[in-house]
């Protein structure tokens, strides 16, 4: 019969090429619309972890708790978006001078569960603060130096190399003079110093005041001649900022080691060395 007939064309010639073709397109729009939603979910994703971030501390509660809830949101997206929250967590540190221990507690926390991933974040602030001192930006340069301090804070990093960080910084004022960047080290170093945490602090007490005495030693040498440019009064002579972050560390030495400008956030253990 003729119905015989075409049966056994379609099975000796295969289904009509206009069917194939349909099918073909079907499938590419199907592989294009599931593309499509995996790149908006990343990308809503990107935009979730940013936020995250960069709100740390904004809320009306406890920071120790932001800080916990954001290491529990973003534990799983480090797999997948490692290198994003890295980079925006180095990127606030640089930028937001309010949050630096913030971001440095945040690791704290991570470290427990994702050591290597923590480990890499603190070779990009490293790098990052190596850049902004070689190119003299002092805010950045400063801001990330008390990012490294409450790592050692947090027990992200020990102490021992914090402390030897910043002697280092505090070493490049020697044989400089102020015009040339003198005071730059120093200024750099008095002020990480200002950011370690009491319970750091009574663990090398010792090598802040070998800081300190590097600063007293250094600042009778050298010929401020911007200085009287700072009166205001006649016969009035007001510190520079080496002097007044001097002044703020010793200030901080004789009320043992309080402040009111900064913010230390509780439930950490400082430790002299760093994690294996």
Known sequence: TLNNVNSCALLAHG???SNMSYSYEKQQKKAQNQAEAVARQQKQDRERIRKLIITLGDENKKVIAQVRGLAMALEFDVELHGDLIAETVVECARHIPVKTTMYAAFLGKMVEKKAAWVSKVVGQAFKSFQTALKAGEVRPAQLLLQFIVGLGNYGVLGLTSVMNLLSEVASLSQNSKPAKGGDYGLFLALSGALYISPAARNKVAHRIEELIATADEYIPTRNAAWK?????CKGEELPDRLEAVLVAVKSMQLS??????VRHIPSFEPKMEGRE
């Open 15 to 17: 289904p009509p090429a």
């Open 228 to 232: 009287p440019l700072l009166r205001i």
């Open 256 to 261: 043992d080691w309080t402040s009111q400008a």
